[in-house]
């Protein structure tokens, strides 16, 4: 059996979404210091819908894969639902990673979520903080500017 699936080198080698949005409404960013994968996710909404979303990936195949697939699953959809957005759920749309490459998918999981809180606070809006991943908890240093 291949390490990595079809749908994985596919999201690898033709990566969707990348770039940055420039005028962005909510923007995530999370690392990885044990591994040195960085993500940034930038979200345009309008009526808590996400209209575009970008990424920027430095990091391996699985965690470009991961940010491709996880902007994929979010595009268009209300926030409540990109909220709902888990990381078993981008590995399994990616058909599986390897138990050692999962946590690529925790990290787009968590960018998301950053962008989102991001939005929020932008907008003053009232927001369940506990939806979100807490900076105390933190153990990957995802928390920049948090």
Do not use: W
Not at 39 to 67: H, N, P, Q, R, W
Not at 70 to 77: D, L, R, S, V
Not at 105 to 134: C, N, R
């Amino acid at each position: 059996m291949a390490l990595y699936s079809e749908t994985v080198m596919d999201h690898f080698r033709n990566p969707r979404n990348v770039g940055v949005i420039e005028d962005a409404d909510g923007v995530g960013e999370v690392g990885n210091a044990k591994c040195g994968d960085i993500m940034k996710i930038y979200l345009k909404i309008k009526d808590d819908i996400i209209e575009d979303v970008k990424f920027e990936t430095f990091g391996c195949g699985s965690a470009i894969a991961s940010s491709s697939m996880a902007t994929e699953m979010i595009k268009g959809k209300p926030l409540s639902e990109a909220l709902g957005l888990t990381n078993k759920a981008v590995a399994q749309a990616l058909d599986g990673l390897p138990a050692h490459k999962l946590h690529c998918s925790v990290l787009a999981e968590e960018a998301i979520k950053l962008a989102i809180q991001d939005y929020y606070e932008k907008t003053g809006a009232d927001y369940d903080k506990s939806q979100f991943p807490a900076c105390d908890s933190c153990d990957h240093g995802c928390c920049h500017g948090h």
